[in-house]
Each structure stands twice: as C-alpha cells, then as structure tokens.
C-alpha cells in the first residue's frame, strides 16, 4: 500500500481515538480533579514512552542546547494546553468544546505554518478544509445539545477556543524538532518536560478523589488516556504529521467530532440526527478531496536520534 496512504490512515485512527476520548474524559471530570487526571495520564505513560525510546533507538539522550526550546515546548503543548483541554470539557458542553476547539484549530495551524515550516496553502486544501468545515460544524450542531453561548459556558468556550490556538502551536513548534530528531524523542522530551511543570500544579488537589470509590470503569478510563490517547496517538501522529506536513494533517482533527457522536450513541445511547450523518460525510468528502493531492515538495530530511553536535542529558 502506499505509504501515503497509511499516513493518512495513522491521522484518522489517532482522530478517532481522541473523538472517543471526549466521552470517557467527561465520565472520568466526575471523579477526579481535571489536573490530577491530566496529570495521571502524562506521569504514567512516561515510563513507557523512555522505554521504547531505549528499545527501538538505544539511547534517551538529548543535546543540552535544546533542552530549554523542549522545556517551552512541554510548557505550553502539555502543561498549559492539556489542562485547558479539561477544563473546557468540564466546564462547557461537549458541543461547545468540540466545535471551539477542533473546527478553528486547521485554520490558525495553516496561518501559523509559515512561521515554522515551508508548506503552500493550495487551493485544493483550501476546498477541501472548506467543505470539511462546513461537515464538522453539521455534526456537533446537528446533535441535540446544539452550540450553548450562555453565560455559565463562557468560561469552558474561551479555554475551547485557546485550545484551538495554542495546539497548532505545538504541533508546528514540535515539527521543527522532528527534522533532526525522531518524533518518539521529541514527543518523549516534550512529555517529560510538561509532566515535570504540571506536578506542582496537583498539590492540595489529591484529596479531592475519594480513591476507595474508584471502580473498573475510572481505571479503563486511565489505562485508555495513558497507552491509547498518549503513548500510541503522541508517537503516530507526530511520524504522520511530519511525512504528510502539519497544515494537511490537522485538517484529520475534523474526524475528532464524528468519533465522538459515534462514541456517545454506543457508550450512552445518544441518538445520530440524519443531519450528523449528512455532515460526517461531507466531511469525509472534504478530507479525501485533501488527501488525492499531489504536494510539490522536497523530500523531508531523514530523523536522527544524534547529531552528535552538543553533549547530552
């Protein structure tokens, strides 16, 4: 098959892993303070991600010169972003948050792209994110929640929407990086670094999970968030992003919603209007559209675990 095409793939399995992720995250925002939670998620999946990093590269090591851009880097894509993340989740509606955070975030990835990478905005890619726009926006409006402007959703719709800002950030940011070192380093570092800063952040915050009560389900939610929505998706969507480029693989993000309202009618028999089915498939439409492109570029420079250039940690 062509590897085009699996990259493709890599961008829709990881969209749909996190569209379910919505569901179980709100589920788990009952129980456990949202940066506790966050917290758990990143601290126990880091282990792993050392651990094929030592496996499969034979080394953990980073120079020490870019330490301070993966500090920054695991400052705001982890620390700051996943922590909004929750709380937009906790504190407005599913489709609020959806919308808020997945439909601008292609926008503002293909106008911050020029900053960091050399990608073109063709207008295939143009059509193509139109189209998918208008199909995600049919499938979280189209549900019965609807979008919510009222005032006691305004707080969860700014962090939404922040989201939707910051995350194409980081995803750029993460890119340049990726052209010397692998995506499973970059992506263990920037892990390493945002766990490190959000520690502090828990303290006084433990207390509040009543852990006796905690069942089976509260422990799927963690083992899901830790090995699927972390170790898997950070690693798979950061080697897709970079063969496929950050503007084009963002766009994926819009299969985000779908997953979700396909997760909520299985998880909590939530209805599909036929209008989200309408939507879903114009958005498919959009993203294939994308994908047939032919892009134009040099061939991208080959990840390496050691430059050999600075000493490292």
Known sequence: MNNKWLNYGGLVLIAVVWGANFGISRLAMESFNPIVFSFLRFGLALPFFFLILKMTEGSVGIPWRIVPKLALIGLVGITLLEIMVMYSIKYTTLANASLLNVAPWPIFAALFAPLFVKESITLRLIVGGAISIVGVSLVILGGGEGFNLSSENMMGNAMAFAVSIIGPLFNLSSMSL???????????????FGSLFMLPLTFGSWGQTDWSALNAGHYLSIGYNV????????????ACMFKVGATRSNFFRYAVPAAAVIAGYFMFDEKIAFIQMC??????????????????????IVPVTNTGGGQML
């Open 178 to 192: 990726m052209k010397q070192y692998s995506a499973l380093r970059v992506s263990t570092w920037t892990i390493a």
């Open 227 to 238: 090995l699927i929505c972390t170790v898997l998706a950070f690693v798979l969507w950061n």
């Open 279 to 300: 939507g879903a498939g114009c958005m498919a439409a959009g993203l294939i559209w994308i994908s047939i492109e032919r892009k134009q570029q040099a061939k991208p």
